[in-house]
C-alpha cells in the first residue's frame, strides 16, 4: 500500500501532512499543552514472524520548553531499535534552538559541562564530544581516500594528536602573517613563533639578540630564541 499527496496550487506551498494536537477531549475546544507532550509521531514497525507489534523506528515532535498563545517551542526526536530489541529508543533530538544532541536529553551549551555519558552535540558554531569512560579513546577521525588519515584521541590526562601512516603534522600559518603559541598555567609565551621575524622563542615573546643570550636566565625567568 501506498499513500501518494499531491498539491495542485499557483504559489510555493508544498503538498503537506499535518498533525495537531490538543489536550482537550472536545472537539472544537483548546486546552494548552504542556512541555514534554507528544504532538505527532511516525511510527514504523516490522513482522518478527509472528505479528506485525515490533518497533523498528520512530519519528516524533513535542513540545520542548513553556507553551503559552502563538508560542509553541518544539523539539523533533528521531529514535531506532537497537539489535536484541523490539522496542525504539531515543538516538538523536533537535530541540528548540536547532542543538543536535545525542546521548543525552538536554544540551550543555558551549564551555558546558558534558554528561557523562557516550555524547555529542552539534549546536551553532560549536561541537561538544564526551565519553563515560577513562580509557583513550579516539573521539575525531579524519580520513582520505578511503583510508585513515589522522585522528584527535582523549585520555584521562591528555589530547593526543595522531598521525597515520607517516602523515606529518603542521601548523601552517597559509600565508598570513600570524604567530604560534603555547601557553602554560604560569606562562602565556612558554613556546612561542614570531612569524614577523621568523623566530621560534621559549619563555618570552621577544629573543634575545645574542646567540650567548639565548636560554639564558633573566629577570623573566628562563627564556630564549633561534631566530
Known amino acids: 500500500s501506498m499513500i501518494g499527496v499531491t498539491r495542485h496550487d499557483t504559489n510555493a506551498f508544498a503538498a503537506q501532512i499535518m498533525l495537531a494536537k490538543s489536550r ?9 499543552l504542556q512541555n514534554g507532550d507528544g504532538v505527532g509521531a ?4 516490522a513482522d518478527d514472524g509472528t505479528n506485525l507489534d515490533s518497533q ?11 507553551i503559552a498563545e502563538n508560542d509553541t517551542p518544539g ?11 523490539a522496542a525504539v529508543s531515543e538516538k538523536w533530538r533537535i530541540n528548540n534552538a536547532g542543538v543536535l544532541v545525542s546521548g543525552a536529553n ?3 551549551g558551549i564551555g558546558g559541562t558534558p554528561a557523562d555519558a557516550n555524547y555529542a552535540e552539534i549546536g551553532p558554531g560549536y561541537l561538544n564530544l564526551s565519553r563515560d569512560d577513562t580509557a583513550d579513546a579516539v573521539q575525531i577521525q579524519f580520513g582520505k581516500n578511503g583510508a585513515v588519515h589522522s585522528r584527535l584521541e582523549t585520555t584521562s590526562s591528555t589530547l593526543n594528536i595522531q598521525s597515520v601512516a607517516n602523515i606529518n603534522v603542521t601548523v601552517n600559518e597559509d600565508s598570513v602573517n600570524s604567530d604560534v603559541r603555547i601557553e602554560t598555567d604560569t606562562n602565556a609565551n612558554a613556546f612561542f613563533v614570531d612569524s614577523t621575524n621568523n623566530c621560534v622563542v621559549i619563555g618570552s615573546q621577544v629573543p634575545e639578540n645574542r646567540l650567548s643570550q639565548q636560554f ?8 630564549g630564541g633561534m631566530c
Open 24 to 32: 482537550n477531549a472536545t472537539v472544537g475546544s483548546n486546552t494548552i
Open 42 to 45: 511516525i511510527g514504523f514497525f
Open 56 to 66: 523498528v523506528a520512530y519519528i516524533e515532535a513535542k513540545i520542548d520548553g513553556g
Open 75 to 85: 523539539r523533533l526526536v528521531f529514535s531506532t531499535t537497537s539489535d536484541g530489541s
Open 106 to 108: 538536554s544540551p550543555v
Open 216 to 223: 639564558a636566565v633573566t629577570s623573566a625567568g628562563h627564556r
